[in-house]
């Protein structure tokens, strides 16, 4: 399994940048995610860059519900996918 959760929040921000000015949603930023999901921004930058071995199944929910509530329509893939492992032969 990979966090594409930073992938997500960049496509969203080029999706937005790429329409009318006054079509645009402002994307939030990491630190004002983080804010309202109660964690340090570090810990989401962390989790969504990748940067982690384990993640929290009720963090990655609490994102995704609140994305969904700022209007923009987040799914369970937009936060994780799954990878295949590449085979060492």
């Known amino acids: ?6 992938e997500y929040l ?3 921000e080029t999706e937005e ?3 009318p000015l006054a079509e645009r949603r402002r994307v939030p930023t990491i630190e004002e995610i983080a804010k ?3 964690i340090h921004p570090v810990t989401l930058r962390n989790i969504a860059n990748g940067n982690i071995k384990k993640l929290d199944l009720e963090t990655a929910g609490k994102a995704i519900t ?3 509530h700022l209007g923009f329509p987040m799914r369970d893939t ?3 996918q799954f990878i295949e ?3 060492n032969s």
């Open 66 to 68: 609140l994305m969904r």
């Open 78 to 80: 937009d936060f994780v």
């Open 17 to 19: 940048k790429a329409k």
């Open 1 to 6: 399994m990979a966090v594409v959760f930073g």
């Open 10 to 12: 960049k496509r969203l």
């Open 85 to 87: 492992p590449q085979s």
């Open 36 to 38: 309202e999901l109660e």
